[in-house]
């Protein structure tokens, strides 16, 4: 069993930055996969990035390589995502999600945290 809290959403101007971190509870946090999806109002969830266990494996959306990045620390039992360059595009629910394997499919996902909303103006 995972608990996942998220935080670090806000409203920013688009071209600003934020970072998101997610903090994760329980035991056996180092052995999943985590992965960020949003989802905008009248949109289904998206996936944005997801990192593997040991941090090795990155991956992400077309829609953001190059303006974020995923990292973990699992001694803090902490993934981020660093948003650079945001756009009104951006603006979502952001969630965090812990997985057995990695995967950009939001159904393979079983333990999910409450969001924080991200807003960016334009």
């Known amino acids: 069993q995972v608990q996942l809290v998220e935080s670090g959403g806000g409203l920013v101007q688009a071209g600003g930055s934020l970072r998101l971190s997610c903090a994760a509870s329980g035991r056996a946090f180092s052995t999943y996969a985590m992965a960020w999806f949003r989802q905008a109002p009248g949109k289904e969830r998206e996936f944005v990035g997801l990192?593997?266990?040991?941090?090795?494996?990155?991956g992400y959306a077309d829609s953001v390589k190059g303006r974020f990045t995923i990292s973990r620390d699992n001694a803090k039992n902490t993934v981020y995502l660093q948003m650079n360059s945001l756009k009104p595009d951006d603006t979502a629910v952001y969630y965090c999600?812990?997985?057995?394997?990695?995967?950009?499919?939001?159904?393979?996902?079983?333990?999910w945290g409450q969001g924080t909303q991200v807003t960016v103006s334009s």
């Open positions: 999600a812990a997985n057995s394997v990695n995967s950009r499919n939001p159904l393979s996902y079983s333990y």
């Open positions: 990192i593997s266990w040991s941090g090795a494996s990155t």
